[in-house]
């Protein structure tokens, strides 16, 4: 290409962009309202809520499990820790083996301190004790790892002295172990096993 054409592309480029008009940045309002009108047009009236049906109400909300206002463990002692948690797990595995017995293609197996249950329509869960931090871990297909800690329920100014009542929690979203196993497997531990 020679010098002579390409100073006359350059020439041609830079009064192709000053003859061009520059485009506004922001549009005015009257503008922008005539080019889009359905932006301009706001409601005053409030929006009800109703249904999927056009003749039905605004639909309830369900009733939540009942989350738990504990935002740190019951301090309990090594021997107590292992004493609670013994006793949940061999209820848990009891539990267990009377829904493998109830339902084919689970599959329960209790081997040193580590829960396992093949739960065919969700996977594997594994429950098993952590000494050193006095909690028990929960590996859940559905819900995902939790590491639940004991803590007492009840003991406040409010209720009867001796009323309170213990539960593993997950302290990071408040839910029980009983209520998640309940929920996801159907099995109930603990004193709700003991309800009618």
């Not at 084919?104 to 093949?118: F, K, M, P, Q, R």
């Not at 869960?125 to 929960?138: A, D, E, F, G, R």
Request: one cysteine or more; aromatic letters at 6%; glycine letters at 6%.
């Amino acid at each position: 290409m020679s010098a002579s054409r390409s100073a006359r592309c350059l020439r041609q480029a830079v009064r192709s962009l000053s003859i061009r008009p520059a485009a506004p940045r922001y549009l005015p309002r009257q503008a922008l309202c005539a080019s889009i009108p359905a932006i301009c047009q706001f409601s005053n009236t409030s929006r009800s809520f109703k249904g999927i049906l056009p003749d039905t109400d605004e639909p309830t909300l369900k009733e939540r499990e009942p989350l738990h206002e504990v935002n740190e463990p019951t301090p309990i002692e090594i021997d107590e820790y292992h004493e609670r948690a013994d006793q949940y797990l061999e209820e848990l595995v009891t539990r267990a083996e009377e829904l493998a017995e109830e339902k084919e293609g689970i599959d329960v197996e209790y081997s040193a301190g580590v829960l396992t249950i093949a739960y065919p329509p969700n996977g594997t869960y594994v429950v098993n004790k952590q000494p050193p931090t006095k909690q028990i871990w929960l590996s859940s297909p559905v819900s995902g790892p939790k590491r639940f800690d004991w803590v007492m329920l009840g003991e406040s100014q409010q209720q009867k002295e001796g009323a309170a009542s213990g539960d593993w929690i997950y302290l990071r979203d408040k839910t029980s172990l009983t209520t998640l196993l309940r929920k996801e497997l159907g099995i109930t531990v603990g004193e709700e096993s003991n309800r009618p």
